[in-house]
T-cell receptor
Framework: GDSVTQTEGPVTVSESESLIINCTYS????????LFWYVRYPGEGLQLLLKVITAGQKGSSRGFEATYNKETTSFHLQKASVQESDSAVYYCALGDSNNRIFFGDGTQLVVKP | EAAVTQSPRSKVAVTGGKVTLSCHQTNNHDYMYWYRQDTGHGLRLIHY???????EKGDIPDGYKASRPSQENFSLILELASLSQTAVYFC?????????????FGEGSKLTVL
């Protein structure tokens, strides 16, 4: 079946450092699934961070970027300079042809001041 | 104002008892989903629905039933609750992948089975 694997957390970085959270996907029901990053900030609900529905395209939001790479089946999340307010749990997700959305296990990001 | 609301937000149930978790959305979305999340893990899909009076199985449907009596309402039913069903349950709605597929989540229902 379809699945997502992402960097195991927690990931700890210092403020102003760069960040990459890896995400790879396996899609059997659809050639080019929709890909998403969701985020849960402390005390808040799960919300969409960014999405890309076309292979080869890049999505961006709040300084984060992710590029849909169909060759390596990856959708890594990157940020050039993190802030303490970026501390959260990040989830990579995949949407299949039946409109089911599959999530990775989540990566907790801790940004040290 | 929250567009996806779940009730109850927290519940303690006894093993073998019946539990019903309810979800109501005001997004006018066709798709609704039930996920469970165990501590330290991601969300796993239990059931979903794309139209009233119809439900589909997700990845882990065993031990759960779902009901979609209207576009706005989607319930998750545990007929015989078990210890292993202790988790946080999330409901979500979506306009479908043809419309980006973004999920809108409720705040979660914490279920403890004793």
């Amino acid at each position: 079946g379809d699945s997502v694997t992402q960097t195991e957390g927690p990931v700890t970085v210092s403020e102003s450092e760069s960040l990459i959270i890896n995400c790879t996907y396996s899609a059997t029901s659809i050639a080019y699934p929709n890909l998403f990053w969701y985020v849960r900030y402390p005390g808040e609900g799960l919300q969409l961070l960014l999405k890309v529905i076309t292979a080869g395209q890049k999505g961006s939001s709040r300084g984060f970027e992710a590029t849909y790479n169909k060759e390596t089946t990856s959708f890594h999340l990157q940020k050039a300079s993190v802030q303490e307010s970026d501390s959260a749990v990040y989830y990579c997700a995949l949407g299949d042809s039946n409109n089911r959305i599959f999530f990775g296990d989540g990566t907790q990001l801790v940004v040290k001041p | 104002e929250a567009a996806v609301t779940q009730s109850p937000r927290s519940k303690v149930a006894v093993t073998g008892g019946k539990v019903t978790l309810s979800c109501h959305q005001t997004n006018n979305h066709d798709y609704m989903y039930w996920y469970r999340q165990d501590t330290g893990h991601g969300l796993r899909l239990i059931h979903y629905s794309y139209v009233a009076d119809s439900t589909e199985k997700g990845d882990i449907p065993d031990g759960y039933k779902a009901s979609r009596p209207s576009q706005e309402n989607f319930s998750l039913i545990l007929e015989l609750a078990s210890l292993s069903q202790t988790a946080v349950y999330f409901c979500a709605s979506s306009a479908g992948l043809a419309n980006t597929g973004q999920l809108y989540f409720g705040e979660g229902s914490k279920l403890t089975v004793l």
